[in-house]
């Protein structure tokens, strides 16, 4: 039976618009290249034209040139054709990408309001009210949990703004006191040595230099600068 009636030939499917696209898009190549032969064809008559005198030749050229424009004129007509073709298409293409983008929000929305309806019924505001205020009556006690803890004990509250201001000013008093000219507080300074000479008013040793002129008139000192005994007195 397949013999004599034959096989059914399954049917190819239809083309698709960026299918149709492509293929117009190449012949528009195509006429793109014929084109620029014709121009190159035109701009090699024009140099011949200009070449040639006046005569049988310059218009062999010309009606060669002429022959030559007509199927240049044709070719961008199929050309311009051909764009207008691929710009329809692309609209086209353009509206159905856009409808298939529609298609699949509109699905992921659908999908999503189910999801929040069925979440909804497992959420109540009432609770959520409720559980905000416990957790406001839980941060209130915590409070003052910490303000019990940190209560200092045996410390007087009642001081007022004039008594902080004195304390302030004795203390401030005080530090001065303690305080020399350059700033350094006195138990931070070197202790000084008392000047046991000055105190005792000893005589200075001998240091083998002239006895200033304002000396002369002073009592007399011996050689390791203690007052000289008189002569007399060693002789009795």
């Given amino acids: 039976m397949k013999k004599i009636?034959?096989?059914?030939k399954d049917k190819e499917p239809p083309p698709?618009?960026?299918?149709?696209?492509?293929?117009?898009?190449?012949?528009?190549e195509t006429v793109d290249e014929k084109?620029?032969?014709?121009d190159a064809e035109l701009t090699?008559?024009?140099?011949?034209?200009?070449?040639?005198?006046?005569?049988?030749?310059?218009?062999?050229?010309?009606?060669?040139a002429m022959r030559v424009l007509k199927q240049r004129r044709m070719y961008e007509g199929q050309r311009d054709m051909l764009y207008n073709q691929t710009?329809?298409?692309?609209?086209?293409?353009?509206a159905s990408e856009g409808l298939k983008d529609a298609q699949q929000t509109m699905t992921a929305l659908k999908s999503?309001?189910?999801?929040?309806?069925?979440?909804?019924?497992?959420?109540?505001?009432?609770?959520?009210?409720n559980m905000q205020d416990e957790m406001m009556d839980l941060m209130d006690v915590s409070t003052e949990i910490q303000e019990s803890l940190g209560r200092s004990y045996n410390v007087p509250d009642d001081i007022d703004e004039e008594e902080l201001m004195g304390e302030l000013d004795a203390l401030e008093a005080d530090m001065g006191m303690e305080t020399d000219s350059d700033g350094v507080p006195s138990y931070l300074q070197p202790d000084k040595e008392s000047d046991v000479e000055s105190e005792l008013?000893?005589?200075?040793?001998?240091?083998?230099?002239?006895?200033?002129?304002g000396r002369h008139n002073a009592e007399?000192?011996?050689?390791?600068?203690?007052?000289?005994?008189?002569?007399?007195?060693?002789r009795g």
Avoid: C
């Fill in 87 to 94: 710009f329809n298409l692309d609209q086209v293409a353009f």
């Fill in 201 to 213: 008013n000893l005589p200075s040793a001998p240091s083998g230099h002239a006895v200033p002129p």
């Fill in 112 to 129: 999503a309001n189910k999801e929040l309806k069925g979440m909804m019924k497992t959420v109540k505001i009432q609770d959520i009210d």
């Fill in 35 to 38: 084109v620029k032969r014709l």
């Fill in 44 to 64: 090699r008559y024009r140099e011949q034209i200009k070449k040639t005198r006046p005569g049988p030749a310059q218009e062999a050229v010309k009606a060669r």
């Fill in 5 to 8: 009636f034959g096989v059914k």
């Fill in 220 to 234: 007399a000192e011996d050689e390791l600068g203690l007052p000289a005994v008189p002569r007399a007195s060693l």
């Fill in 16 to 28: 698709s618009i960026q299918d149709a696209s492509d293929k117009i898009n190449k012949r528009g």
